[in-house]
């Protein structure tokens, strides 16, 4: 499951884009020195066919629902951990952009979740420990399906962690993990079963690509140790910081903001001041900074709100009005011209 | 279930279609537009749980875009919609868990929790529509572009425009083998079993990997260095700046003072209340 913007807070939300972009460039520096560029448009394609796999469905016999692949096991098993890492982020990329999965701050989350989970840990340290260098059938099978499951738990853990850490949601962390872990859990075994059928297949048609994939990552000279413990610090020191700063100031941007008035105000105009405790009262109305003490009067707050949300309102309307205005506009100035006749081309006829 | 993924490569080349459009926002330095809308989201995200009314105002910037851009607003909601299940599975709890009374409508007691379940969805809408919009406005090449200027390596990028290149080819192959199956199984309605699911997936990854092979070879035999080298030129001038700068001072001052409550009080004395 994708983490979502909107459930994300910006602390949590840049610490993990700090941690997917860090581990970007280090994939990204790892693949290039190893001289091998063959394997660019060989994650490229195949981190399209993830997107063409996952557009066919299979049924799950007697439960109605249906599956398809996940993918991030699979591409770890073809490219090795960083053109899988590189090859999954760009997955996932193009769904934020294209299929609204997420959004762009709950990119990080995702690449993390669902990065470097099944490359850097449930790929070298379960599936490879389990399948080594001799696959057989009954191998790959146990090792596609703990790999995928422990690589999806700890990806849906993720999302728990995110979600109750920026607090968006009134979701206890104990319920939340409840529901999570084992929705994940039937999901991992459908990666598993998936990603082991699919592998079993190729290595009886042609076991060459599985043996080359595996020969170019010799066992044992991943330095998984450094990646992970570079990964904890840098989440460490950025989460350490932000979240000191987020529970010193329960908003960074609030805290700034009274940071700021609190030094006009010593030469505040009457007006000025108003208006500023105006601000403060609309604040102090918000839940999490104080709403639900009740020692004030009701109608005061409730008067807040109301202007609120009338003032809201009307930005709004404002917002739609111009942008209606604009696009009328726009359409009288080109109703003469044909803006798509022009010969642009279109990836569609790019084969 | 065919229809399903047809409708998901009909989406994709339609926004890619959006993307080729002529107007001065899609003229603009695709930089300027990617980070606007970081700015945007991380605005708009960093409001407190129970925050309505301050979000409102947020909705100028899609709505300046879908008009200066002559975007159709009908497939940007429908899209949004699509998505919008995983927000409000999580989000629906709110009610449930937070009912102690927040503001009283009258006789109506509103509870905490329907108020932040309803603030979820306002930056669900904004934040994702603000993805949508940059993309609709700035098409796949010019993003990738756009972040090897800001700093991503370029084995990254030059990555992420081979599987947009190939997305096409792929998932037209794919449609082609699920219509293959409902037309030859009559019985199954188009269902498609795990064992001839895992054939039908393992044959189609066969394929991919030989046409990487030979994608790679072409490429080769045409001088490919390790980058992709991209004709149209962009330059970050002071449309640019003045997009990225207006913007960028409209969403930190909506986030830092707070006009809705100054225009709304306004109103209200107007109205003489």
């Known amino acids: 499951m994708h983490m979502a913007d909107a459930l994300l807070s910006p602390a949590v939300g840049t610490t993990m884009w700090g941690a997917a972009a860090a581990t970007t460039v280090y994939c990204s520096a790892k693949v290039r020195n190893s001289l091998d560029d063959r394997k660019v448009p060989l994650m490229g394609v195949l981190a399209a066919f993830v997107f063409a796999a996952q557009m066919i469905n299979f049924t799950i016999p007697a439960t109605g629902s249906s599956g398809h692949l996940g993918g991030g096991l699979i591409l770890a098993i073809l490219l090795g951990p960083y053109a899988a890492f590189l090859a999954i982020a760009s997955v996932l990329t193009v769904q934020a952009l294209f299929f609204a999965d997420g959004g762009l701050l709950a990119l990080g989350c995702n690449i993390i979740n669902l990065g470097i989970f099944p490359c850097f840990i449930a790929y070298p340290l ?205 359409k009288g100035d080109h109703s003469h011209s044909h803006p798509h006749d022009h010969g642009h081309s279109h990836p569609n006829h790019h084969h | 279930m065919s229809s399903k993924i047809d409708r998901a490569f009909y989406d994709i080349g339609h926004l890619d279609t959006l993307a080729d459009g002529d107007t001065p926002l899609h003229r603009l330095d695709p930089r300027a537009k990617l980070l606007t809308t970081v700015v945007f989201v991380v605005s708009v995200v960093s409001f407190g749980k ?68 309803a603030s979820l969805l306002l930056r669900f809408t904004l934040t994702v529509g603000a993805a949508l919009l940059l993309i609709a406005t700035t098409g ?89 080298k991209i004709v149209r030129q962009f330059r970050f001038g002071y449309k640019e700046a003045c997009f990225l700068g207006g913007f960028g001072a409209l969403f930190l001052g909506l986030r830092l003072t707070d006009l809705t409550v100054l225009l709304g009080r306004l109103v209200l004395v107007a109205v003489g209340k």
């Open chain 1, 126 to 330: 379960i599936y490879k420990k389990i399948v080594g260098r001799q696959p057989s059938s009954a191998r790959l099978m146990t090792g596609s399906l703990i790999a995928a499951i422990a690589g999806l738990q700890m990806g849906a853990f993720g999302v728990v962690m995110e979600t109750t850490l920026s607090g968006i949601s009134s979701l206890p962390f104990s319920s939340f993990v409840m529901m999570m872990q084992p929705i994940h859990l039937a999901i991992g075994i459908v990666e598993g079963l998936v990603t082991a059928g699919v592998i079993s297949f190729i290595w009886q048609a042609r076991p060459e690509i599985l043996e080359k994939a595996a020969a170019d990552q010799p066992i044992g000279a991943l330095p998984i140790g450094k990646v992970l413990v570079g990964l904890a610090l840098v989440t460490a020191f950025t989460g350490g910081i932000l979240s000191w700063y987020a529970s010193e100031h329960p908003d960074g941007l609030e805290w700034s903001m009274f940071k700021v008035s609190g030094q006009e105000k010593l030469a505040a105009t009457d007006g000025l001041h108003h208006t500023l405790t105006g601000v403060q009262g609309q604040t102090a109305f918000l839940p999490g900074y104080g709403f639900k003490s009740t020692h004030e009067g009701d109608s005061g707050r409730l008067g807040t709100s109301t202007a609120g949300l009338v003032g809201g309102f009307m930005v709004m309307l404002l917002g739609v009005t111009i942008g209606l205005v604009l696009k009328r506009r726009s």
């Open chain 2, 140 to 228: 796949f090449g010019a993003i990738c572009m756009a972040l090897e200027r800001l700093g991503t390596p370029q084995v990254f990028t030059v990555q992420l425009l081979l599987l947009y290149r190939y997305l096409f080819v792929l998932i037209g192959e794919s449609i082609r083998m699920t219509r293959a199956h409902s037309l030859r199984s009559f019985n199954a309605k188009g269902r498609i079993t795990y064992r001839v699911f895992l054939q039908m997936l393992g044959n189609l990854l066969l394929r991919t990997i030989d046409r990487a092979q030979r994608i790679h070879m072409a490429m080769l035999s045409r001088a490919f260095t390790g980058e992709i």
């Open chain 2, 50 to 117: 129970y925050e309505i009314a301050r979000l409102l105002p947020f909705f100028l910037y899609p709505a300046v875009v879908i008009g200066l851009a002559e975007l159709p607003l009908g497939f940007l909601l429908k899209k949004l919609l699509l998505v919008s299940p995983f927000v409000i599975f999580i989000g629906i709890f709110n009610p449930w868990l937070d009912r102690e009374v927040m503001v009283n409508l009258g006789p109506l007691a509103i509870s905490g929790g329907w108020v932040s379940f």
